[in-house]
């Protein structure tokens, strides 16, 4: 039967067959703890906010985790491979302010559409292990840990300022702040101080960043950002008394106290500089009301590092002046200034111009001296000034007393032995990280575990009130959080004392949700958060798979969390995730017309541009770019297994390019796709069609090449999943299946066999990629026998891996004339011979000037005329 016949796979009926057939198996059900004596292998996608709909951007990265998933298992590891739901969060309650529905069954709904349509992909998932962080099955386990973690020191409630927006009565993200101003209520943002709760994660800063270092499998760029926002930094705290105030201020504010990384400049300090919310600034802003009015200014610029880092620098003199600690004769003014953040330091910096770009230029703005005091190498101390560029790197100390003569390093270590000794500073290592402020006010998150009372303060839930359920009757008809708003929920008795108390309305950052999801996959259903015996079984994740864009916070607050938990007893694990692949994102074109975005199938493409399909009009035609809602540029997965197969769908994600760069969705792409399914079904059935052979054990030349292919395609689809590299395992595949189809034609002793063994590899080796097609095909090659998912991965045989023949580019003048095959590393003069016959009609007669051999690669003629 030829490949080119009629045959067709019908995908419409395949694929559910097989859904059926695996879920009857239990074929990718795990064990509670992995049986001692096998590998484990643990892999993890990133879990999906359930929006609604599934796009090719999911596809692609659950693709890759059901590769590894079914290659591993066929490896015979014990697999553990789930499904969940990051359930929490606003989109769900600004659909019920929106649409008047309740945010469970919003969310809900979405839930039940994106599992059909996974399943419909067929993902090897564990279906019985399904968690969504929204149920109280899971969330009152979350209160469970966050009160283990209170009782173990690791959680604190203190004021921190934050994004209020001032309408909407709500603490805003930085994300949510744009241009100053809520991004739904369009009100000025303000900063405020309100009591929130904290994660200690700073208490882990050191084997945070410590542990960086043994995460080899993760992508270096990942372990380099998390460095940088870890951020540990070496310098001195100093204090610089206050000299001369206008006004008497309270004794515990005779003097600022500064973080600096460059205690070596000191002698160059020109100005103070203060955050807006430091104490100093709100005692000068209540005696000036000009001061009073920057700070407001202030708070409405956000907290974020990237607002005030692109922030024009802006400060205000409030008159008072420090006196250096090296020169207690030299005084500097104290500014208010934009661009101090409260978190960081001790809210106040020095400004030392000469060596810092930023202080230079607020030096330059408001006329304020810059002292030199960093000589760059190869300058001369008596010619040598700052333009309008500061010197930032290593140089001499100059102008700088006991200092000068000395290089930065060794000034800083001086410095700050100075400072100790009299008693005005120390040296401190400081860090760029945060405690984690996990406070929102909004309903649509886990409850904080916590209960008001007046007489017993803050106090934590007992452990048999848990879990604190969210009241389902709540109301959207007023800004800010519905809880504070419910006649009855927030009132409870006092655990400790039974008197009337106020229950905490605050609920969760959804990021608490997935810190420790992958913990809870071990043991889904367990009374308590984990079961260690499983959580130390199952973890660390093996192979977790996911969106760059997660790289510092989701990844770092998982990190926090596992030392966390293990701190208090639910295992004994410190890194979650032992192998991390950030995959690129799929994107589209987007579309536009007056109306706005406009979704890909709306869309009719013509030679002549873009066209709306039901008016005709034209559509604007914009770059492509990440599929996101936002623009409608998306692609359902739905469409195109209805179109043309889910094991489609999958080809083409991992077929297009390295999976850890971007890929274009495109309709040819898809189509190239299909074919390629519908060829090797054809080849495949052509083999299963055909009347078996006996032989009598002799191997033709053509038999033994396609035992060659097949057993290098087996060794290098192998070594290709090893990697993480799909994208080259399909291409070994079509030139098997090429190979396949080849040998159809030919003859010889030992070929039915070996088509035979060829067709087989092929069902095994496609199987992570088009598992629904792996098992029909083989179920044509082999009816009544296991299916693909149920056995054991093809081993390549060394005896067919060797090289018999290599292939040499033949050359005339440079350019490629012809080609030869010879034995490897044959004599010069064999294959010079063979090369000189092979392109005797490029040579045409002219004499051969020069002869080059590279050995098993390349020939090349130079040759007269």
């Not at 239990?26 to 990133?46: H, T, W």
């Not at 290592?429 to 929102?440: C, E, F, P, T």
């Not at 229950?503 to 959804?510: A, L, M, P, V």
């Amino acid at each position: 039967m030829s490949e080119t016949g009629p045959v067709t796979y019908d995908f419409t009926l395949a694929e559910p067959r097989w859904q059926t057939a695996w879920a009857d198996a239990r074929a990718f059900s795990a064990p509670d703890v992995p049986e001692p004596g096998r590998p484990k292998c643990y892999v993890l996608e990133m879990f999906p906010y359930p929006s609604g709909q599934l796009h090719m951007g999911h596809v692609r990265n659950y693709a890759l985790g059901d590769v590894v998933a079914r290659y591993k298992r066929a490896q015979g590891f014990q697999v553990l491979h789930p499904m969940g739901w990051d359930a929490f969060g606003l989109p769900a309650e600004n659909a019920a302010r929106e649409r008047g529905v309740h945010p469970g069954t919003w969310t809900m709904d979405n839930i039940a559409a994106m599992r059909t349509t996974l399943k419909q992909l067929g993902f090897s998932f564990d279906w019985d292990r399904e968690i969504a962080t929204c149920l109280p099955e899971y969330y009152g386990k979350q209160q469970k840990l966050f009160v283990d973690m209170y009782r173990a020191g690791l959680v604190e409630r203190r004021q921190s300022a934050v994004n209020w927006d001032p309408v909407d009565n709500t603490v805003l993200a930085n994300e949510q702040v744009v241009d100053g101003r809520g991004w739904r209520s369009g009100a000025l943002i303000e900063k405020k101080l309100l009591s929130q709760w904290f994660l200690a994660i700073t208490k882990f800063a050191g084997p945070l960043r410590d542990a960086l270092a043994t995460l080899d499998r993760w992508p270096e760029r990942v372990r380099i950002m998390q460095e940088r926002w870890i951020g540990r930094s070496e310098g001195a705290r100093v204090r610089f008394p206050l000299v001369s105030p206008p006004e008497p201020f309270d004794a515990d504010l005779d003097a600022v106290e500064v973080y600096t990384t460059r205690p070596d400049t000191l002698f160059g300090m020109s100005f103070v500089a203060i955050a807006a919310d430091h104490p100093l600034a709100q005692k000068v802003g209540v005696r000036n009301p000009d001061a009073q009015a920057f700070i407001e200014e202030c708070r409405r610029l956000g907290t974020s590092e990237e607002a005030i880092e692109a922030a024009e620098k802006r400060g205000f003199d409030t008159g008072l002046r420090v006196a250096n600690p090296f020169d207690p004769e030299r005084q500097s003014p104290v500014w208010i200034a934009n661009f101090v953040l409260s978190e960081y330091g001790t809210g106040a910096v020095f400004g030392c111009p000469c060596g810092d770009q930023r202080d230079l230029d607020f030096a330059r703005k408001y006329g304020l001296p810059v002292p030199v005091v960093v000589l760059p190498q190869g300058e001369d101390a008596e010619t040598f000034t700052i333009g309008a560029t500061a010197t930032t790197g290593a140089g001499t100390l100059i102008n700088s007393g006991f200092l000068d003569g000395l290089a930065t390093t060794d000034g800083k270590r001086a410095a700050i032995e100075r400072l100790e000794a009299m008693g005005v500073g120390r040296g401190v290592v400081n860090w760029r990280l945060r405690d984690w402020g996990v406070s929102r006010q909004r309903y649509w998150g886990c409850p904080i575990p916590f209960v008001h009372c007046e007489s017993c303060g803050v106090v934590p839930v007992p452990d048999d009130q848990l879990p604190v359920v969210l009241p389902e009757d709540v109301r959207f008809d007023r800004p800010g959080n519905p809880l504070d708003h419910h006649p009855t929920w927030k009132h409870v008795a006092c655990p400790q004392c039974g008197a009337a108390a106020v229950r905490e309305t605050d609920t969760f950052d959804t990021f608490v949700d997935s810190s420790w999801y992958f913990a809870r996959f071990t043991a889904p259903h367990a009374d308590a958060p984990t079961v260690p015996a499983a959580a130390n079984g199952w973890l660390p994740v093996d192979q977790y798979i996911g969106g760059v864009e997660h790289a510092i916070l989701h990844l770092l607050y998982a990190r926090f969390f596992t030392r966390a938990m293990a701190e208090t007893g639910h295992f004994a694990v410190e890194e979650p995730f032992a192998g991390l692949f950030t995959q690129g994102m799929v994107t589209h074109e987007s579309y536009r017309d007056q109306s706005g975005w406009l979704y890909p199938d709306e869309i009719e493409r013509r030679a002549d541009g873009a066209f709306r399909r039901d008016t005709g009009a034209v559509v604007e035609i914009g770059r492509s770019e990440k599929m996101s809602k936002s623009r409608r540029n998306t692609v359902s997965p739905v469409a195109i297994i209805e179109r043309f197969g889910a094991d489609t769908a999958r080809w083409f994600v991992l077929s297009d390019s390295p999976p850890e760069r971007d890929m274009e969705w495109t309709e040819a792409g898809v189509a190239a796709a299909a074919r390629f399914g519908q060829r090797l079904y054809r080849v495949v059935t052509a083999v299963a069609a055909s009347p078996s052979v006996s032989d009598d054990g002799t191997i033709s030349p053509a038999a033994e090449a396609l035992l060659r292919a097949t057993h290098r395609t087996i060794a290098a689809v192998t070594s290709a999943l090893d990697d993480m590299t799909p994208n080259v395992a399909v291409a070994r595949l079509h030139e098997l299946t090429s190979s396949l189809a080849e040998a159809e034609r030919a003859e010889g002793a030992g070929l039915d066999a070996a088509r035979r063994e060829a067709a087989r590899t092929l069902c095994l080796l496609v199987a992570p990629m088009m598992p629904h097609l792996a098992e029909d095909m083989l179920a044509l090659i082999e009816p009544g026998g296991p299916m693909a998912v149920a056995r054991p991965w093809p081993k390549a045989e060394e005896k067919w891996l060797a090289v018999t023949q290599v292939t040499l580019g033949v050359q005339v003048g440079g350019k490629l004339r012809g080609t030869i095959e010879v034995a490897p590393d044959s004599p010069a003069e064999t294959v010079l011979s063979l090369a000189e016959a092979a392109v005797a009609h490029a040579i045409d007669g002219r004499r051969i000037v020069k002869r080059v051999h590279v050995p098993n690669r390349i020939v090349n003629f130079v040759v007269a005329g």
